[in-house]
């Protein structure tokens, strides 16, 4: 088995590609530094689509002008120019390009977007191309790179490999599969991608043992190469340790909120998060707080969302669509608490981030919520309104309860520290590399 201390390991930029990030995003990028803190090297593959045309010498310009307005791409017409190219883009091997940073580009501005690397590369929209050519058929896209990782990472499952590396896929839930009804997800195409990348790849990554259950309650030959990793925070960045006057002297300056006088939710607004019994227990609770829910309208947030024009008018509930970490850390460590009786989560990162905080959490009793807060959360259940309804109460009289839940928060969010986490990765890559050797015997 390789040097664990001198491995080059790659991660995709799926999802560090998108301009408002995502859950993943934030695994990512802690996943990096996890990487280097553990000495490692670390390539990061971007999909951007930046222009085959330009000089090699503006690839770094290229690449922070896409990353500054990358977005989900939408289908082009059909027989449109970018429809033509796509599929001449089909035909070929797709190549990656590394991107030099010099230092020449001014990039503060990405600062908390961009991982830790030691190399970065792009090929043009590959991740798009990739599901295309998935679709039709049912292969994953081979790509091959210049001194390619000893292991490739993929932060999520995407139906890409890499040729001479040994690629290992985080599965962070199985939602789609388990939840039907509150994904678009095609459910079909899903679990093909989900059976294909588990035949073909040589490591399995998920975050919790309730996610590791339910991905072989479906997938159940997949148990040889699954490893749970659980996920960290990085308690180091700099939102944690803000003086508590700056956090205090800028949501009373933003949004006209004073400490503790408001409970909060940040994450997708979609049917998982259970948005829409969160809001009406909420407004039935009586709380002369504010709830402030940060995240972006999702699917189905008409039904999801019905009361929330109640409550905006009422002047009790208070929607910001996205914040800035340095905003939103502020938001949190002074919150009342925090509120999060998801129906399904595959780790539950906002709940390790407010223990890490100091602010209390409401959690339910499903997916991995439990497991990752021990009882240090207050739980309820998810699809019970009146028991939301009293938990909510519960939070919003009981100080005591309230200072108890944050003191017992802190301590269990040093289960998930950085250091226990790279020890849980190095752990899952000598067996993944140890397997690869084996069966090259």
Excluded at 42 to 58: F, P
Excluded at 310 to 329: A, H, K, N
Excluded at 348 to 377: H, R, Y
Aim: hydrophobic share 40%; aromatic share 8%; proline share 5%.
């Amino acid at each position: 088995m390789s040097d664990l201390t001198t491995l080059r390991i790659g991660i995709d930029g799926f999802n560090l590609g998108l301009e408002k990030g995502t859950g993943v995003a934030a695994y990512a990028r802690t996943l990096s530094q996890a990487l280097k803190l553990s000495g490692h090297q670390v390539d990061v593959l971007y999909g951007l689509d930046i222009a085959t045309r330009m000089a090699s010498s503006l690839g770094e310009v290229g690449f922070f002008d896409r990353l500054a307005s990358a977005q989900q791409t939408k289908k082009p017409p059909f027989l449109s120019k970018r429809w033509i190219q796509d599929r001449q883009a089909d035909i070929m091997t797709p190549r990656p390009v590394e991107i030099p940073i010099t230092g020449r580009i001014d990039s503060r501005a990405f600062a908390e977007r961009l991982p830790e690397f030691d190399r970065i590369l792009n090929i043009d929209s590959v991740f798009r191309r990739a599901a295309r050519h998935f679709r039709r058929t049912g292969r994953l896209t081979s790509l091959r790179m210049p001194n390619p990782p000893a292991i490739m990472h993929w932060t999520y499952p995407l139906p890409v490999r890499i040729e001479g590396s040994a690629n290992v896929y985080t599965l962070h839930d199985i939602v789609p599969l388990r939840l039907p009804h509150t994904t678009l997800d095609n459910k079909p195409y899903y679990h093909r991608l989900l059976k294909t990348v588990g035949e073909q790849a040589d490591g399995l990554c998920t975050v919790s043992e309730a996610s590791k259950a339910d991905i072989l309650a479906f997938f159940p030959e997949m148990a040889t190469k699954l490893h749970n990793t659980y996920q960290a925070c990085d308690t180091e960045r700099a939102v944690y340790h803000r003086p508590a006057a700056e956090c205090i002297a800028e949501i009373e300056g933003d949004f006209g909120l004073a400490p503790k006088d408001y409970f909060l939710f940040y994450g997708s607004l979609e049917p998982k998060k259970n948005i829409g019994r969160l809001i009406e227990a909420f407004l039935a609770s009586g709380s002369r707080r504010r709830l402030v829910l940060v995240g972006a309208m999702a699917w189905k947030s008409e039904k999801e969302l019905r009361y929330v024009e109640r409550g905006v008018s009422s002047g009790r509930l208070m929607m910001i669509d996205y914040l800035p970490e340095r905003t939103l850390f502020a938001l949190l460590r002074q919150a009342r608490a925090l509120l999060f009786p998801s129906l399904s989560e595959g780790f539950g990162l906002p709940v390790i981030e407010a223990m890490n905080c100091g602010t209390p959490v409401l959690i339910s009793g499903e997916g991995a919520l439990p497991e990752i807060s021990g009882d240090a959360a207050l739980q309820t259940e998810a699809y019970d309104i009146d028991a939301i309804t009293h938990a909510i109460r519960r939070l919003d009289q009981d100080d005591a309860l309230c200072e108890s839940l944050a003191a017992a928060g802190t301590r269990q969010a040093q289960k998930f520290d950085m250091s226990s986490y790279q020890a849980r990765l190095n752990r899952m890559y000598g067996a993944v590399l140890s397997s690869v050797s084996n069966r090259k015997i």
